[in-house]
């Protein structure tokens, strides 16, 4: 099992920055982050093997980067321009070469207001 531990979470204004991070037990192939708004499916917005990193939303590329230490086994992610539209519970997630959904972290809200 792979424990995952977010923080960074909180609440900023509109066109503010926030950065997440996410603490693993152990070295996964894959980390990455999902989010999931109120009444609506849970959606991947980044996902990185080693240093390759992979956008799955079109509305977060250009604000949202994603790295990772892989000697700490900790991803993370910074946020910029914020809009209300990013407010959401995120997700940290780990897994394999076949999928980044094995393992899931417990989940940081993420507020952003106008």
């Known amino acids: 099992q792979v424990q995952l531990v977010e923080s960074g979470g909180g609440s900023v204004q509109a066109g503010g920055s926030l950065g997440l991070s996410c603490a693993a037990s152990?070295?996964?192939?894959?980390m990455g982050w999902f989010r999931q708004a109120p009444g609506k499916e849970r959606e991947e917005v980044a996902r990185?093997?080693?240093?390759?990193?992979?956008y799955n939303s079109d509305s977060v590329k250009g604000r949202f980067t994603i790295s990772r230490d892989n000697a700490k086994n900790t991803v993370y992610r910074q946020m910029n321009t914020l809009i209300p539209e990013d407010t959401a519970m995120y997700y940290c997630?780990?897994?394999?070469?076949?999928?980044?959904?094995?393992?899931w972290g417990q989940g940081t809200q993420v507020t952003v207001s106008s």
């Open positions: 997630a780990a897994g394999n070469s076949v999928g980044c959904n094995n393992y």
């Open positions: 152990r070295w996964t192939t894959c």
């Open positions: 990185m093997w080693l240093s390759s990193a992979q």
